[in-house]
């Protein structure tokens, strides 16, 4: 029996996290929500609302803390989880959808995808996106359409297959990883189009560096290229030049 589950990371979210996880639960079967070291009452702000709150006082980065929230879901049953930000830039209501993509092909990852509205996007954010879309599908070996939009499902197939070293997951690294690693074993990816939400949801500054840490993100893409042999059938895809099989397509 489907079992999905959603997972929330959060850092000092007080204003919106209790929001988000109440809409978040009736649409799911359980929610885990990892509080990583806030100082704002994040935690607390979550009593009685019936979701799964693993509190550390530390703040180690958002990777570390999906892999510590998903294997909390795999142990306790998970079939699927799903990962929403907690400042309200993911919609709770789009939930649905990622259900039902992932009931049509259980094996992929879903992901979100803001293609469609990218005008509501910043102009230095629509920048960012499209290249690494080109740089990421690159080193997939496959045309990728929203590499670093964060709301995805994870079926627990793909999350028990995906074999990370532990230098990839730290900070904002993780997700990228998990689409190189995924594309590298035939996960294949699905796509739920979703609106950018940007205006009137920020209510903190990003945790993003838009240097320190594009400039991991860079190295890990690098890295995972040089060390295939920059994959060039890889690069002919990523930008269309040459055809693929749905959503698969081939990592050399």
């Given at each position: ?15 919106t ?35 799964t ?43 649905p ?77 993780f ?33 993003f ?31 269309g ?12």
């Amino acid at each position: 029996m489907a079992s999905p589950f959603a997972l929330i990371p959060a850092h000092n979210e007080i204003l919106t996290v209790r929001q988000v996880v109440e809409e978040t639960i009736p649409l799911v079967d359980k929610v885990i929500v990892v509080d990583d070291g806030s100082t704002d009452g994040t935690a607390g702000s979550l009593s009685k609302t019936g979701a799964t709150v693993l509190r550390h006082e530390t703040n180690l980065g958002k990777g570390d803390r999906l892999v510590e929230g998903f294997q909390s879901a795999l142990d306790k049953g998970a079939t699927a989880v799903i990962v929403l930000d907690a400042d309200m830039q993911h919609d709770p209501a789009d939930i649905p959808k990622f259900l039902a993509q992932h009931q049509d092909n259980p094996l992929a990852i879903v992901m979100g995808d803001r293609s469609a509205d990218m005008e509501n996007m910043p102009g230095s954010r629509r920048k960012g996106i499209k290249f690494g879309n080109f740089f990421i599908g690159w080193a997939c070996g496959r045309r990728i359409k929203d590499a670093q939009c964060g709301m995805r499902l994870y079926p627990a197939t793909a999350l028990k297959r995906l074999d990370i070293p532990r230098r990839h997951i730290g900070g904002f690294k993780f997700e990228t990883a998990a689409l190189l690693y995924a594309a590298e074993k035939g996960i294949p990816f699905e796509y739920v189009p979703l609106k950018a939400r940007y205006e009137g949801f920020v209510l903190r500054p990003s945790h993003f560096d838009p240097l320190r840490d594009f400039m991991r993100l860079f190295g890990l893409v690098t890295e995972f290229l040089l060390l295939r042999g920059l994959r060039p059938m890889g690069f002919l895809k990523a930008l269309g030049l040459i055809d693929q099989k749905h959503n698969r397509g081939e990592t050399k």
